[in-house]
Every structure is written in structure tokens, then in C-alpha cells.
T-cell receptor, first 115, second 109 residues
Framework: NAGVTQTPKFQVLKTGQSMTLQCAQDMNHNSMYWYRQDPGMGLRLIYY???????DKGEVPNGYNVSRLNKREFSLRLESAAPSQTSVYFCASSDADTGSPYEQYFGPGTRLTVT | RKEVEQDPGPFNVPEGATVAFNCTYSNSASQSFFWYRQDCRKEPKLLMS???SGNEDGRFTAQLNRASQYISLLIRDSKLSDSATYLCVVLTGRRALTFGSGTRLQVQP
């Protein structure tokens, strides 16, 4: 039982390049989330998916797209990376419909630098 | 104004000390409250929920004051392993959580 996994762990991009951050969970959770964490800002929600087939914008969605590929996988895409997107990206999941909906399980994060 | 505000610290305390952190939230409609812990360069993990009546988990005590819109976390008998950043987290009307920027604790031998 790996919990939440993210790939890659580290990435350096040049301005204008695109990339997809991958996230998968094996806990059979319905809800999945993408956050970014910047110094002094706390975690900010980019997008979330309450269930397979649905996605919703969070606090800072501009410049990102997401795909809920199936119940396990939720990917985050940067179409044209900008230096302002340099951050640590965390994926999380929760069993929002049953059990404890507020305990979110986080992946280890992806450290992205855009030059 | 941030939805959830915390003193960033760092709080430097000796082993065995008692330390308390406060957090304020701006939305009076907030429904649920939590403390998460984040170790350096690691992911956040749930430490404990915060209930109106106050709750305790071993050396950790959490309190909620709805009238003043603040949440507190008290750690007694601090251990070196308590060194981390403590994130105050609030749920307001939707599934997603709002995180404070965290308070850093450094427990020294």
C-alpha cells in the first residue's frame, strides 16, 4: 500500500516548456487535489476532483489544467511554464464521501523550478 | 487579509518545555478545524482535529474559540522529534481545506 505517489520528484523547465505532473493513489479515495506550496504562502489549492469524471477550480487555477484519468490517477499539466510557477506541488486524496473526509493524504511532492 | 493566519515563528524551545501556537481565521462560517504537521521538505500529515469542547491527544491539546475565531495548539513536554512546522487548517463550506502558512517549532537539546 503505497498511499499517494507523485512523479517526478524534481523537475527543471525553461520558460514556455510544458509538462505533466502525475499523481496516483491506491486507497480507493473518491476525492483528489492538487496544491502548490510557496514560502510564506501556505498550501494553495489549484484544482480538485470530488469524484471520477469531475474537476473543479481551486484558489489558483490559472496556467494549469487537470485530468482525472480514473479513480486512481489525477494529473496536473502546465501548458507553458512561467517562472511564477516555480513551487513545490503536492497531490492529495481523501475519502470525502465516507469515513473521515477531512483527513487528506499527501504525496511526497514535486519540486519544480522554471528558469 | 489571509483566511487563516499564523505566526511563522520560529519558536525555539528547550526539550521538556510547553509551547503554544495560535491561529486566527477570518470566515465566521468556517465549520471544521485541524492541525497538520509538516516536517522539513516532507508532505503535511494530519496531527489532530479541533473540537469546540477542546480535545487532547497525549501531549497535544487543541482548543477552538469560535467567538474570537482562533484555534490553539498546546504541546507539553516537548521532544526533539516535535520539531516541525505546524499548519492550521480550516474547512469552510466546501470540500477543500484552507491552510495557514505554518508555525515553525524547533526543540533544542
Amino acid at each position: 500500500n503505497a498511499g499517494v505517489t507523485q512523479t517526478p520528484k524534481f523537475q527543471v523547465l525553461k520558460t514556455g516548456q510544458s509538462m505533466t505532473l502525475q499523481c496516483a493513489q491506491d486507497m480507493n479515495h473518491n476525492s483528489m487535489y492538487w496544491y502548490r506550496q510557496d514560502p510564506g504562502m501556505g498550501l494553495r489549492l489549484i484544482y480538485y476532483s470530488a469524484s471520477e469524471g469531475t474537476t473543479d477550480k481551486g484558489e489558483v487555477p490559472n496556467g494549469y489544467n487537470v485530468s482525472r484519468l480514473n479513480k486512481r490517477e489525477f494529473s496536473l499539466r502546465l501548458e507553458s511554464a512561467a517562472p511564477s510557477q516555480t513551487s513545490v506541488y503536492f497531490c492529495a486524496s481523501s475519502d470525502a464521501d465516507t469515513g473521515s473526509p477531512y483527513e487528506q493524504y499527501f504525496g511526497p511532492g514535486t519540486r519544480l523550478t522554471v528558469t | 487579509r489571509k483566511e487563516v493566519e499564523q505566526d511563522p515563528g520560529p519558536f525555539n524551545v528547550p526539550e521538556g518545555a510547553t509551547v503554544a501556537f495560535n491561529c486566527t481565521y477570518s470566515n465566521s462560517a468556517s465549520q471544521s478545524f485541524f492541525w497538520y504537521r509538516q516536517d522539513c521538505r516532507k508532505e503535511p500529515k494530519l496531527l489532530m482535529s479541533v473540537y469546540s469542547s477542546g480535545n487532547e491527544d497525549g501531549r497535544f491539546t487543541a482548543q477552538l474559540n469560535r467567538a474570537s475565531q482562533y484555534i490553539s495548539l498546546l504541546i507539553r513536554d516537548s521532544k526533539l522529534s516535535d520539531s516541525a512546522t505546524y499548519l492550521c487548517v480550516v474547512l469552510t463550506g466546501r470540500r477543500a481545506l484552507t491552510f495557514g502558512s505554518g508555525t515553525r517549532l524547533q526543540v533544542q537539546p
